[in-house]
Structures are given as structure tokens and as C-alpha cells.
């Protein structure tokens, strides 16, 4: 359980690194090490030379930039966690944060990290397409940003192409009073990876209308996916199915079948997840907004 | 590579190649031996040591990612030699420890959350030591001693929460001048 020797950098600044990454392909980058290193430690990788990019301040922080909250990919998840911008502006990734590994790891593990990793189960990556967040991504060329659901290609796999770095994450910000969230997973254990988890985001207006709703799910297949509940929009929630819709939009969902689950029970679990997610998200907006049904 | 880290309050340097983990450093160049080696890949919380003040997994992070930060292993938690803190007291008193060896890990997990907050729900207690497993204890004691450091801790009347550990947060670059011994510990 000890890693393959490398080479250890830590660049001094963004541009520095994509440097280093360009002219290495065997490198590779480190932040908060909390999946490479037991990586490593396998040998499962087994790269040259690590980049540390966790100090570079330009890949830190959290800020609202017009109708988006910009996360640098190199803050730490707890940051995330306990950020009062992104509770108030983000609050599906604020209720995601708890179910990602457990406090220790998440004092260390990054947002960016999160993402690039692109693991199907992984609830960071799955909050970014379930709210249609954007990837910065930056190279020795310059910076480019990619919608979430075309960067996850498949099982950890990105579009990340060698000496590419993820620098940040945008979230997009919903501006309409009354927004609720709802989250639900099944694991084998309190922390582990999700089997199936669900992600839900609506709007409401002040009778309970359904202005806007979103839902994605992770685990089930080999990204996070996002699934269509336009039928719900412009409906009184009370008034038509929520399980019907998700049934509906679930039942011909290409699911992975591995010794934890089949690939039938994974699709089984979407659907009552995705339903439960969505109630919970109506709840919890009609409780911000005071309406009661 | 040379590698200067902040260890229970005192600069300590050490020569480690880049693939040594902060836990082999700990434990083979320092001798800080009560930082267990349990998985070796962030599963089993055996190697949890405080990174400015937060639990950390010391096997998921290498020797040389570790400057700059202010390191606190298990024996940088009791005042002096030969004395015990209140959370490892309190896992004394309610056999909140068997074989002895996923304790560091715990008391360090409890620890940073009483720093944060004294009156913790059992719910948070939980929450905490969720990154550590015990085979022994069935954790029902370990959340009695957390329970119990809670109210010894509540009932003293040192610094405690958020302002303690601001004013708890080290200097690295006075230590670096002076490399003295800070707050008492050794």
C-alpha cells in the first residue's frame, strides 16, 4: 500500500502548471489527494510527477458573479459546506454536501477535484448537471467553459484532455423567490458510494404553481443524468403525479448492474428517489413562501 | 526532499521522498507513533491527525503537501507529559476504548468537534466519528465519552468554540523564527 515513486511539483501559479502539464503527459494533478492517493497507494495510478495545485489562489474561493456563484475548483468541500453564500444561493449543493465522503475527507477533498474525478455516483458532479452548471476548464491555451452534462463522458471519465485543468465550476443561481431542494441516496454505508442518489430543484409562484423544476440523477447509469419533468412546469403541484412523471421519464433509463445492485433495482430506486427528491423540493418551497396545501 | 512541518506546535524538518505519506513521516522520521496505520488508503480513520485544526486523514496526504499547516497528533493533545485531555480522560472513565487502536483517530474526531461546539446533538457526535471505524466498541461508549467530554468541558471554564480557536490559530512564520515550544506542549 505504498505509491510508485514520482516527482513532486507545486507551481506557483495557474499558468505555471498548465506548463508543467503540457509538457508531461504523465503528470498529473493533486489537490486534495482524497481519491488520487488511495489511487496511488493501489497503484492504480501511477503517474511521473504531481502537480499540487491545492495553494494557487486563483483556484480558490467562492463568489456570485452575476447570475452565477463561481466555485474555484480548489476549495475545499468543507468551505463549500459551510459557506453562507452558497447556502443562501445554491441550496441543492448546500443539502448535497453532507452525503459527500464524511468530515474528514471533505476537509480536505476539493470541489474541482469532485468533478474531474467524474465519478458516475459522486454528488457533486451530479448537483452541477442536475442545475446545468458550467466547467472552466484551463490549459496552457487559454480558459474554456463546457456545459456539466457533455464534461461527464462516462465512469470517471472526462472531458479533460491531458494538461487541461479544471479551474472552476459555475452554478447557475435560480432568481426566483421561492425555491426549494430535496436530496436522497442509497449507499451500502453512511458515507459510501451511492447506489442511486437523487437531485431535485423546483420553483414555485405564490399559489403553488410549479414556475421551474429540475431533477438528476447519479449512480443509476455511468454519469450523472439529467431527467425531463417539463410536464411539471406550469402545474399546481397537488394537481398531477410526481411519481407518474418520474416513472415515466426513469423507466427506459440504461442503468449499470455490478455485485451491489442490478441494474433493475437501480432503476426501481430512481424512480422513488427522483419522486421523493421533488416532494421534498415542493415542501420545502412552499414552506419558504408560506403557502399552504 | 527537505520538508519543514509544524508538528504539536514545534517546526520539525525531515528529508522524505515525495511518496512518503504524512503518516509514515509522522511515525518513522518523528517517531509520533500513536497516529496509527489501519487501511492505508482513507477507509478506517486510524491515522486521523488535526490539520489547522481539522481531522484529517494523515494516510491520504504526503509529507511534502504538508507545510505551512499546523499539525496536531495525539500527543500534542494532553497539556504535559504524562496527562490526559478531557475527551481522552473521558474515554478512560466510560471504556469508551478496547484494543486501543482506532482511539487516537476518535479522540482527535471528537476533539475538533468540541472545539467547534460544546454542546453537540448526539446526531453531530455521530456525524463526527463517521469517518472512523471501531471494531471493538460497537461505538455506543465512544459516544457516551464524547457525550460526557462535552460536560466536563462545558463545565470549565477554558476557551473554547470559535473565538478559542481563532486565538488558538498558529503563527508559522513567528515559529519559524524562534522554533519555541508554543502554549505549553512539547
Redesign the interface.
Known amino acids: ?8 511539483v507545486r507551481p506557483d501559479s495557474l499558468a505555471e502548471a498548465c506548463e508543467v502539464l503540457a509538457g508531461d503527459e504523465d503528470a498529473r494533478i ?1 489537490a486534495g ?2 481519491t488520487l ?2 489511487m ?3 497503484r492504480l495510478a501511477r503517474p511521473s510527477r ?1 502537480v ?1 495545485v ?1 495553494r494557487l489562489m486563483e483556484l480558490r474561493g467562492i463568489s456570485l458573479d452575476g447570475d452565477a456563484i463561481v466555485i474555484g475548483a480548489v476549495t475545499r468541500q ?1 468551505e463549500v459546506e459551510r459557506s453562507e453564500i452558497v447556502q443562501r444561493w445554491l441550496p441543492l449543493l448546500a443539502r448535497a454536501l ?1 452525503w459527500v ?5 471533505r ?2 477533498g476539493t470541489v474541482g477535484g469532485s468533478i474531474a474525478n467524474a465519478d458516475p455516483s459522486a454528488e457533486i458532479p451530479l448537483v452541477a448537471v442536475t442545475l446545468g452548471a458550467e466547467i472552466e476548464i484551463a490549459n496552457a491555451s487559454g480558459r474554456t467553459g463546457m456545459p456539466a452534462d457533455e464534461f461527464f463522458i462516462g465512469p470517471m471519465l472526462s472531458s479533460v484532455m491531458p494538461g487541461d485543468c479544471v479551474a472552476a465550476v459555475r452554478f447557475p443561481v435560480w432568481s426566483h423567490p421561492h425555491v426549494g431542494t430535496g436530496f436522497h441516496e442509497v449507499s451500502a454505508r ?2 459510501d458510494f451511492a447506489f442511486v442518489a437523487a437531485a431535485a430543484q423546483v420553483a414555485i409562484d405564490e399559489r403553488g404553481r410549479c414556475l421551474d423544476a429540475t431533477l438528476g440523477l447519479g449512480g443509476v447509469g455511468d454519469r450523472a443524468l439529467r431527467i425531463d419533468v417539463t410536464p411539471l412546469i406550469g402545474e399546481q403541484a397537488g394537481h398531477v403525479s410526481i411519481s407518474d412523471i418520474v416513472r415515466a421519464a426513469t423507466e427506459d433509463l440504461e442503468a449499470s448492474s455490478d455485485l451491489h445492485a442490478t441494474a433493475d433495482y437501480r432503476r426501481r430506486v430512481a424512480s422513488v428517489l427522483g419522486t421523493r427528491a421533488l416532494e421534498d423540493a415542493f415542501a420545502d418551497a412552499r414552506s419558504r413562501s408560506g403557502c399552504i396545501q | ?1 527537505k520538508v519543514t512541518l509544524s508538528i504539536n506546535g514545534r517546526l520539525r524538518e525531515a528529508d522524505v ?3 512518503k ?1 504524512l503518516l ?1 513521516t509522522l511515525r518513522e522520521d518523528f517517531l509520533l507513533v500513536g497516529s496509527h496505520a489501519g ?4 477507509v478506517c ?1 486510524a491515522c ?1 491527525v488535526l ?1 489547522d485544526g ?4 494523515a ?4 509529507a ?2 504538508a507545510d505551512g499547516y499546523e499539525i496536531t497528533t495525539i500527543e500534542g493533545l494532553a497539556l504535559a507529559p504524562g496527562e490526559l485531555s478531557v475527551v481522552q480522560d473521558a474515554f478512560c472513565e466510560t471504556h469508551g476504548l478496547q484494543c486501543g487502536y482506532c482511539t487516537p483517530g476518535m479522540i482527535l ?1 471528537a476533539h475538533a468537534l468540541l472545539m467547534r461546539n460544546d454542546t453537540p446533538s448526539r446526531d453531530d457526535i455521530v ?2 466519528i ?2 472512523n471505524i471501531c471494531r471493538c466498541t460497537g461505538y455506543g461508549q465512544i459516544v457516551e465519552a464524547v457525550e460526557y467530554a462535552a460536560d466536563r468541558l462545558r463545565k470549565t471554564n477554558a476557551p473554547r468554540g470559535p473565538r478559542a480557536m481563532q486565538t488558538d490559530q498558529p503563527d508559522v512564520g513567528r515559529l519559524a523564527k524562534t522554533d519555541a515550544p508554543r502554549g505549553g506542549r512539547s
Open positions: 500500500m505504498k505509491p510508485a515513486p514520482f516527482d513532486y493533486i489527494g482524497q492517493i488511495p496511488l497507494a493501489m504531481l499540487d491545492l468543507v453532507p465522503g464524511h468530515p474528514p475527507t476537509n480536505r453512511q458515507s | 526532499m521522498e515525495p511518496r505519506t509514515d487501511c492505508e488508503h482513507g480513520g486521523t490539520i481539522e481531522p484529517s486523514r494516510c491520504l496526504m504526503f511534502v503537501q474526531a456525524e463526527a463517521s469517518g
